[in-house]
């Protein structure tokens, strides 16, 4: 207590006593005390000696004191003064409880005598106690969705003191919420109760937090307070709330099944149940989303459960609805929009548009095949295709209308070379990484009629022996021609030509189908040694096309021919006699038997023999020169007339032979013989050639050897001429040469066939001023396959040394000539 406070009290006190002697003079015969209570102890409470009228020394020697009813002794007598001091604290609230006047009886005794007294202290009231609330602390649960008006009864507050200094008013903590109302009951008593002016939001605040004072009516006035803890209970007044009205999100195409997509966030303000949000697709969700997508009702994670194809469906939207669980349950919406993105996930597809047509070889350059179509059902760059023709083919495209494309060809064809392509086109869109689709196009090419037919050989060279059977076949000639079908099909011709006045086609027939070349006729080796035969292959293209060939047909000597003597020339019958000088000596030429085969080679090589003779000891007859020459000279015992038999044979197989029966005249008179003979002799050889000798040999057939000289022969001759087909070689001019007889050579060569013969003409003293021309035409019937020779050597390879030693002397000269054929 502070001093303040002390000495208010004392004050009082001091009042107290002063009415306290009021009283005690108001009530008569009894004393009475009042004091308040809570007096400190010793505090007096009234002069007990004066007041029952006994001296202070009185009381003391008759002991006056206390008797004690109750157990408790609040007051004391101070005999010394007199005086009754309190002696212990006096609580009226708790002698007296709540009534309101408070009386305490004391019983007082005196002795000698014994005397009782009665005294009265009446214990007044202090403000002593508080006003106190029973708990400290209440918890009030108000639904906030009650209405405003309503009223929660509060505890009342306790305060043991009475009248004035018990609890006279509440007061409650500021709430714009809340509001306090007293009620007065009939007692006396208040009671405060709470009144809810405005509707509670949990979701603002969930606790208010309200205190209420009571304060008494005492002096210093004394109070006590309570909190009130309002707790709003929720109700379900929110609707759940996405964060966003609408969601968008972009996904690839080919993100996995089970990938989320999104999170959609939706919040309630309420709690508990009401908070709780249950997430689902709305009620008017296509088919198409409940199949692609999931949506985790707590979690609110937007997942896809298939593949999703940008192809199918590039975009998708709905509606999610989030629902708490309170009652009634509230639900948000929102919309969700997915794009699909592309990606490069579809090859190009390639197309014909048309069948590809077969294409004519001969095609000219940009001649459409196909129409082909790309497509790819991605979008944008992954959408964008390029075709090509594989390198090394023919063809290339040329973009046409949109998105088609014009195979064209590039190149010229050629059937023979290709006739089918499979042409590879690489369709490949610009995607990242790009995809490829590969495409055949087979394409045939048709044939045209372009190559010739085509011989198997430049030219052929055939063989025949004379005297064939007419319609054998020679020869197969046979052409290709690479073209296909009706252009491949060839016929064969001969194309009719004249040869020695003879057409060809009388002679020979060709197998149109097959080549097959037959004689039509007999050949005759004498009359004509070599046919030219064009042939013609021909195709049934359109226009045809035609090669020709030149098949040359050497006939082949036969020995047909019998050894034909020209001189002596039977006159009328028989050959007219030989005259010669009785005076001639041995080794005299009588005369010369000349005999010509129109075979050739061997066939014409003919050797004279002496078969009978009238005297065989005077004449001998030069085997290879058929010169009749004595053996020794002539006596006179030999008869005039000589009669000779001679054999000329040829060397063929079989041999052929004739004779000839040459009569010989000895007579005196020798130069007219001689003249005779010599005009004769020239006569004879302006018409059947030379009075000379005739060697024939046909060197290709007689050995390698002379086939080699030849060749010689041959290349020097080239040499000098090129491009004929015979030479002749000439030694010297008239007058120089034809002294020599060795020396007047001439050679006759057939550069283009397999045959070649040299003819050598030799001057002698029989024939010293002619001039034998030096190449004989084929059809010559005399000097073609001879070699004359001025030898009478057999052995052949002397020939050739006279050849040798012949043709290297510089004054050869070489002349060509074309041999006539025709
Ligand atoms: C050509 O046809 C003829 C007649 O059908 C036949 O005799 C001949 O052998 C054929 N030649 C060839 C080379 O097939
Ligand atoms: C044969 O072919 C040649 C060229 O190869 C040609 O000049 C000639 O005219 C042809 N002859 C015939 C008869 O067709």
């Excluded at 060749?711 to 004929?724: F, P, Q």
Aim: with cysteine.
């Amino acid at each position: 207590m502070s001093s303040g406070t002390r000495n208010q009290f004392q004050e009082c006190q001091a009042l107290w006593l002063f009415h306290f002697f009021l009283l005690w003079s108001a009530i008569d015969g009894q004393v009475r005390y009042t004091v308040p209570e809570e007096l400190k102890e010793g505090s007096v409470v009234g002069n007990i000696a004066k007041d029952l009228g006994l001296g202070v020394a009185e009381i003391s020697d008759r002991k006056l004191r206390i008797v004690s009813e109750a157990g408790k002794q609040y007051f004391s007598v101070d005999l010394g003064k007199g005086e009754l001091v309190v002696s212990e604290r006096i609580d009226r609230e708790n002698l007296c409880g709540q009534s309101a006047g408070c009386l305490l009886p004391l019983q007082l005794i005196i002795d000698s005598p014994l005397h009782f007294y009665h005294v009265e202290i009446e214990i007044q009231d202090i403000n002593d106690n508080a006003p106190h609330f029973p708990t400290k602390e209440h918890v009030l649960k108000i639904p906030e969705s009650l209405m405003p008006g309503v009223r929660f009864p509060l505890e009342s507050a306790q305060d043991p003191d009475v009248g004035a200094n018990t609890v006279r008013s509440y007061s409650i903590s500021a709430d714009e919420c809340f509001s306090l109302n007293v009620k007065n009951l009939e007692d006396g008593r208040k009671t405060p109760e709470l009144v809810l002016e405005k509707s509670l939001d949990r979701e603002k605040q969930s606790v208010h937090n309200l205190v209420l004072t009571a304060v008494d009516g005492g002096s210093p006035v004394k109070s006590g307070t309570t909190v009130i803890e309002v707790v709003v209970q929720d109700s379900n007044d929110n609707v759940p709330h996405f964060d966003q009205t609408l969601y968008t999100a972009s996904i690839s195409e080919n993100i996995d099944p089970g990938t989320s997509v999104l999170t959609l966030k939706a919040t309630d303000l309420d709690e508990g149940p009401n908070g709780e949000i249950q997430y689902s697709f709305g009620t008017h969700t296509s088919d198409a989303v409940n199949k692609m997508f999931n949506i985790n009702s707590d979690t609110g994670v937007i997942s896809v459960i298939r593949n999703l194809d940008y192809e199918e469906s590039k975009f998708y939207t709905f509606d999610v609805g989030a629902k708490d669980k309170g009652s009634p349950e509230f639900e948000g919406h929102c919309t969700v929009q997915i794009h699909v993105l592309d990606e490069n996930d579809n090859p190009p597809e390639v197309t014909l548009t048309s069948l590809p047509n077969p294409v004519l070889e001969n095609a000219s350059i940009g001649t459409v095949i196909a129409l082909i179509k790309v497509k790819d059902l991605d979008s944008g760059e992954n959408a964008k295709v390029q075709l090509q023709v594989s390198p090394g083919y023919p063809f290339k495209l040329e973009p046409s209308f949109e998105s088609h494309f014009s195979l064209v060809t590039d190149k010229r064809l050629d059937r023979e070379a290709a006739d089918e392509y499979n042409i590879e086109i690489v369709a490949s869109d610009s995607g990242s990484p790009s995809l490829q689709t590969k495409t055949f196009v087979n394409v045939k090419v048709l044939d045209v009629d372009d190559n010739h037919p085509l011989f198997s050989q430049p030219s052929y060279n055939v063989y025949v022996r004379e005297n064939n059977p007419p319609g054998a076949s020679v020869y197969s000639v046979s052409a290709s021609d690479a073209d296909l079908d009706k252009n491949s099909l060839l016929s064969y011709s001969i194309v009719d030509s004249v040869t020695h006045g003879v057409s060809v086609s009388s002679y020979f027939y060709i197998n149109s189908e097959n080549g097959t070349i037959y004689s039509l006729n007999s050949f005759d080796y004498e009359k004509n040694k070599v046919y030219q035969i064009t042939v013609l292959a021909k195709d049934h293209g359109s226009p045809p096309l035609s090669s020709n060939v030149t098949v040359h047909v050497f006939i082949l000597d036969q020995n047909d021919n019998v050894p034909a003597v020209i001189y002596p020339s039977a006159d009328m019958g028989s050959v007219p006699h030989q005259k010669m000088p009785r005076s001639a000596k041995a080794g005299h030429l009588v005369t010369k038997v000349t005999a010509v085969d129109a075979d050739s080679g061997h066939n014409a090589w003919i050797s004279y023999k002496l078969v009978e003779a009238t005297d065989a000891s005077l004449f001998s007859v030069n085997l290879y020169t058929g010169e009749v020459r004595t053996r020794r000279a002539v006596s006179e015992q030999d008869d005039s007339s000589q009669r000779l038999l001679i054999e000329m044979k040829d060397n063929g197989e079989p041999v052929q032979s004739t004779t000839v029966e040459v009569p010989i005249l000895l007579e005196d008179g020798v130069h007219e013989a001689i003249l005779d003979f010599r005009q004769k002799s020239r006569d004879s050889d302006n018409k059947s050639s030379k009075m000379t000798f005739y060697l024939i040999i046909a060197l290709a057939s007689v050995s390698a050897l002379s086939f080699l000289t030849v060749v010689l022969l041959a290349v020097r001759c080239i040499r000098h001429s090129r491009g004929s087909s015979c030479c002749c070689i000439r030694r010297g001019e008239a007058g120089d040469g034809y002294k020599n007889p060795n020396r007047n050579l001439q050679l006759q060569l057939n550069t283009d066939g397999p045959i070649k013969y040299i003819e050598v003409l030799g001057g002698d003293m029989m024939s010293q001023s002619q001039s034998f021309r030096s190449c004989f035409s084929p059809m010559s019937e005399i000097s073609d396959f001879t070699f004359v020779k001025p030898s009478s050597t057999t052995d052949f390879q002397e020939i050739i040394n006279v050849l040798d030693a012949s043709l290297p002397d510089n004054s050869w000269s070489f002349e060509s000539q074309q041999v006539s054929t025709g």
